[in-house]
């Protein structure tokens, strides 16, 4: 079954507005999480690592102001894309870590598809 | 910079054929690998991993070889089926606090 799920799995929203994407870790305690970003046709681009307790770290070339992230919780991590413009359309994907270490496999989200208008 | 590249954007074969998907990664201290699976509009599904003291992992119709001398890597499906039709990643993991690395992707199209 999944182990990580994320809402909404789709969203439409006006140029200039705030969308909130929710990722939740569901069978596993997950103190690290990742966010992606997939355009058409392309592959996954690592956006940020959000950490539990403290600040995401993101990826070269990602603006942390217009992309928050916040890790409140071991099983909830949320992508805020501030003032979204028609550019920041795509797929957005969460994936999360065990709590405890031994492996680097990521399990992901089933995706979140944002259409900005 | 470093990547994990495939040679094949494409691949279309008939069913019950086996598929070879490839990877060329570029990373010499990356040391895990993973296959994932992306049907349309879904989240990548992990299919099989291989650490880098291996040569070959077998799974269930699936085998994942890693050849680090050329710094290549491939899934081989075993007879096909159309619901293995997908774009397949190969990723990869070193010492970077967990990230993945993804290849491009290969879109496997499985002919009936």
């Known amino acids: 079954g999944a182990v990580v799920s994320q809402h909404p799995s789709r969203v439409i929203c006006k140029s200039g507005t705030s969308v909130k994407i929710e990722c939740r870790s569901l069978d596993f305690q997950a103190t690290t999480m990742f966010w992606y970003r997939q355009f058409p046709k392309q592959s996954l681009m690592l956006m940020a690592t959000s950490n539990e307790g403290s600040k995401a770290t993101y990826e070269q070339g990602v603006e942390k102001d217009k992309f928050l992230i916040n890790h409140a919780s071991l099983t909830l991590s949320t992508l805020t894309v501030t003032s979204a413009h028609p550019e920041d359309s795509s797929f957005y994907i969460c994936?999360?870590?065990?709590?405890?270490?031994?492996?680097?496999?990521?399990?992901f989200g089933p995706g979140t598809r944002l259409t900005v208008l | 910079g470093e990547s994990v590249g495939l040679h094949l954007p494409t691949l279309s074969v008939q069913e019950g054929d086996n598929s070879i998907i490839n990877c060329a990664y570029s990373?010499?201290?990356?040391?895990?690998f993973i296959w994932y699976k992306q049907e349309s509009g879904k989240g990548p599904q992990f299919i099989i991993d291989i650490r880098s003291n291996m040569d070959k992992r077998q799974g269930q119709r699936v085998t994942v070889l890693l050849n680090k001398t050329v710094k290549h890597l491939s899934l081989q499906i075993a007879a096909t089926q159309p619901g293995d039709s997908a774009v397949y990643f190969c990723?990869?993991?070193?010492?970077?606090?967990?990230?993945?690395?993804f290849g491009q992707g290969t879109e496997l199209s499985v002919k009936p």
């Open positions: 990723a990869e993991s070193g010492n970077q606090g967990g990230k993945l690395i």
């Open positions: 994936s999360r870590r065990p709590l405890a270490g031994g492996t680097d496999t990521q399990y």
């Open positions: 990373n010499s201290a990356s040391d895990y």
